[in-house]
């Protein structure tokens, strides 16, 4: 063929242009895979820049980031004209006039090198192309690069090929603002958005000629010219970046002087507002779209979604206040209560060896014993070594020389706490908080830890009475139980007492007794309608945990999550629709265009008359005599006839503390204990739900009510929407003791000698809000109950209660 060719020099040069084509051919078709991937047209048209997904609240606060590089894609419009001009004199003066090579810097470099003198001739396109495509990874060599000097050649070539493309696809602009937005600049910042808010705290517009130099200089070696690692270094680099913009006439002599001789003045910053590091809600987001990305061929870490959470900032903010103000009051009552002892005690009041125990679950106990057997005192003095680490406290992270030992110790002896908050008719999370610090604890206390419900877990014993037929104004007496069972094939008796050591032998109404979280009633509740249909129904509210189905159920034996007991009292508030909560609203690519929006599943599971008297059944908290939510009293939370159900639960040896408050729009569960089971405050003065978690929630909605623009307001209950045909309205005698000790089945089965019951003091009329109800409801039954000619009126008891605490306070201050 090429013979025909007369011409000697014209065949040479046929010939060379046919195996160059047929070469870049070959590399462009990975010929029979020796040369790796080339980037293909499509790949040009649609390159990816592994861009990290956004993570917003609700109302479009940017909270949280998912990416592997940290990087945030600007337009060209967005990069200050002092980065373009240092990007073009310090990497590549001719990138306006080649089309993706530059012959004569290769040509020079050829020679430069040669000589001795390497020097790099690489336009910005090339490395854009490197970049962007990879074409110098390993997977994208073939088999050639098991060949020396081969494996050099022909990524240079891809090199080359693919910066052609680029240029006959895209703009010069285009291009440098795509090598701006994919290229390194050290210290996990990718793109020059990242890079000016890492460095400067501003905007990549808003930077100044020596700005821009500095940040364009490092790109020599993000290393070894980085301000903050390498001040000297990385101030030298930019003077270079400053000559070479006034030798291309970019500024002139004067300002170059000018230039040098200014400082490098950093401003390290962060990309946005509570958008670095970690969070429980970050990780829980994650958790949540880990399907929806494996179903849909998305990655939270390089497709650039946008994700707005259901969060509510404001709420979230007013959440994280109230739990860092009670914890602290907390962490330091739990330190007083033991003082120098240690907290693990387990259920028969016997010493724990906590550390111990820790010590020989930890991984590298295993490995010790391989390598140090027969030797316990190597492997002790390993644990027992000290070392610098940071330690959490509420007083900022602290530095401190800890050994293994001392460690496991001191955060043994550290409280946690999780809570949720749900508008239940829309399914919507508000608030999220997993614990207390997740950069020192990452256990999700939400909904990856699972704790003993207590007496939060009793409103089910009720809602199953309900159901049977009953109504709030049933009776039953508070007295000694006996309950019979069978366990592995054995007649077993379960005997509850009574969180206060008490039997008073008082007829009580379902509502009065769930109010006083009373343990006798709740018992013959449970065994009178059945343990199995109290699981049924905690479950058909939103309960997935496995339920042991045994007579204590009632008292909240198991385990479960603040997620489920949130759902589940949600049905409650929302007409016995049980709704499956979100923590998604939408998710957007990077032009906000939807990709997927998220919708609450619903089922209905309770009719509107029960839930109702559900919720009327926890207002008795506040509203009976001796109500365990009665602490509320004492924060601003009564306004406009503002009304708030709820239910405190502490379990055995007051491990678990728990509140869970509903309101008119609102409900929040909160969670307080060690992550250790067998650390625990000694009594229920100091341990109780009332006195630990409670104060969380009342603090949480103190601040929403007195925040106008919140969304959430003071008010009542709604109305039954439906006809109410149980009997409702049997006011309770009204009795003076102290409110906050009943919620706990620290001691639901031991047998103690009773001490003598206390006498009725005093009783009250109807309150306005039975009144109120009883217009409502079309003439329920009238129940009669003995009265006394004095009263207490709302407003003294409350004083009497206030008046109650404050001599407590003051009784613990003088002990102290």
Known sequence: MFKEIRNKYIRYITIFIFFTILFFCALQLNFLWLFGYSPSYTDIKFPSQRVGSELYTADGKLIGRYYKENRTPVNYNEISKNVLNALVATEDVRFYKHMGIDFRSVLSSSISTATGDKRGASTITQQLAKNLYRTRYNKSQGFIKYIPLVRVIVPKFKEWMTAVKLEFNYSKNDIITMYLNTVSFGNN?????????????????????????????????????????????????????????????????????????????????????????????????????????????????????????TIDSKLQKYAEEAVSEQMKILQKRFYNVWGNEDPWYDSEKKKVDYPNRAMHNLPIYALLQKKFANQPDSIDAYFNKKKKMRIFSWKGDRDTLFSTIDSIRYYGKILNTGMMTLDPFSGKIKVWIGGVDHKFFKYDHVNQSKRQAGSTFKPFAYLAALESGMSPCDTFTDKPVS?????????????????????????????????????????????????????????????????????????????????EMVKAYGTFLNDGVKTDPILVEKITDLDNNIIEEFKAKTKKVLSDEISWLMLYMFRGGMEEPGGTSQALWEWDLWKKNNQIGGKTGTSSDYVDAWYMGITKDLVTGVWVGCDERTAHFKNGETGEGSRTALPIFAKFMEKVYHDPNSGYTYGPFPKAKVKITRTINCPSPRIVEDTTATDSTAIDSLSIDLPETGDVQQAAPTTDVQKTEDKKTSEPVQSQQPATPVPLTRKEERELKRKQRQEEKDKKNNAQ
Request: with cysteine; charged share 25%; glycine share 6%.
């Open 483 to 563: 309950i019979e069972y069978q366990e592995n094939g054995k007649t077993e008796h379960w005997e509850p007492k009574n969180a206060d050591w008490n039997i008073t032998y008082r007829e009580m109404s379902l509502r009065w007794a769930m109010a006083k979280s009373v343990n006798t009633i709740t018992a013959q509740v449970t065994e009178k309608v059945g343990w199995d249909n109290v699981v049924k129904w905690a479950h058909e509210c939103g309960i997935d945990s496995h339920l042991q189905s045994v007579p204590s159920v009632s008292l909240g034996p198991n385990d479960v999550s603040v997620y």
């Open 189 to 309: 910042a990718y793109g020059i958005k990242t890079a000016a808010r890492v460095y400067y705290d501003k905007e990549a517009l808003d930077l100044n000629v020596p700005e821009a130099a500095l940040l364009v200089g490092m790109l020599k070696g993000t290393s070894y010219y980085n301000p903050l690692k390498n001040p000297d270094k990385a101030l030298d680099r930019r003077n270079t970046a400053l000559a070479q913009m006034q030798k291309y006439n970019y500024i002139t002599a004067a300002e170059l002087k000018s230039f040098e001789n200014a400082p490098l003045n950093l401003k390290e910053g962060r990309v946005d507002e509570g958008s670095d590091g970690d969070s429980y809600l970050r990780a829980a987001v994650a958790k949540y779209l880990e399907k929806w990305c494996e179903d849909n061929g998305y990655s939270l870490y390089e497709d650039g979604l946008k994700i707005y959470t």
